[in-house]
C-alpha cells in the first residue's frame, strides 16, 4: 500500500475546497481503495472507499462476461460525510440496472467505430 498525499496549492487554485488529500493506493492494482479528505483548517472531513471484487465476473450471476481469470472488479464507491454525518454508496451495477453484468472489459463487445463522436452520441441518447 503506497500513502500519497496532496496539499492544496492556494496560489493556483484559491477555491480548492480541501486542504489535504490523502490516498492510499493498493500497490499491486496501482488503484485508489481508500481516500480522505480535510476542511482548510485541517479537520478530517470526507472519507472515499472503493468497494473491490477479486473474481472472473462482474457479478456473481452473470452469464457472458467470464473471464479465463480471477480479475479486480469495482462492486460499489461509498463516501462518508463525517462533519455532516450522512453516507452515500453506489452499487456497480446499480441494484435497479437492468443490465446485471455492467462490466466488459476486453470483450470484444465493440469494435474502433463504436468510439466515433457519431456512434457515441448515439449511444448516449
Keep these: 500500500m503506497y500513502v500519497v498525499e496532496g496539499l492544496a ?5 484559491p477555491e480548492e475546497l480541501f486542504g489535504r488529500h490523502v490516498m492510499y493506493v493498493d500497490a ?31 457479478v456473481p ?19 462518508d460525510d463525517l462533519t455532516g454525518g450522512f453516507a452515500t454508496m453506489c452499487y456497480l ?8 453484468e455492467a ?3 476486453n470483450m470484444g463487445a465493440v469494435d474502433k467505430d463504436f468510439f466515433t463522436v457519431e456512434a457515441l452520441t448515439e449511444a448516449g441518447r
Design 103 to 105: 462490466w466488459y472489459i
Design 93 to 100: 451495477p446499480g441494484q435497479d440496472t437492468a443490465e446485471r
Design 28 to 58: 499491486e492494482m496501482s488503484c485508489i481503495m481508500y481516500q480522505d479528505f480535510y476542511d482548510r483548517g485541517g479537520e478530517l472531513w470526507k472519507n472515499y472507499i472503493s468497494w473491490m471484487a477479486y473474481r472472473d465476473r462482474a
Design 9 to 13: 496549492r492556494r496560489d493556483r487554485v
Design 61 to 79: 450471476g452473470a452469464r457472458v462476461a467470464i473471464y479465463p481469470f480471477k480479475r479486480v472488479f469495482q462492486a460499489g464507491a461509498s463516501i
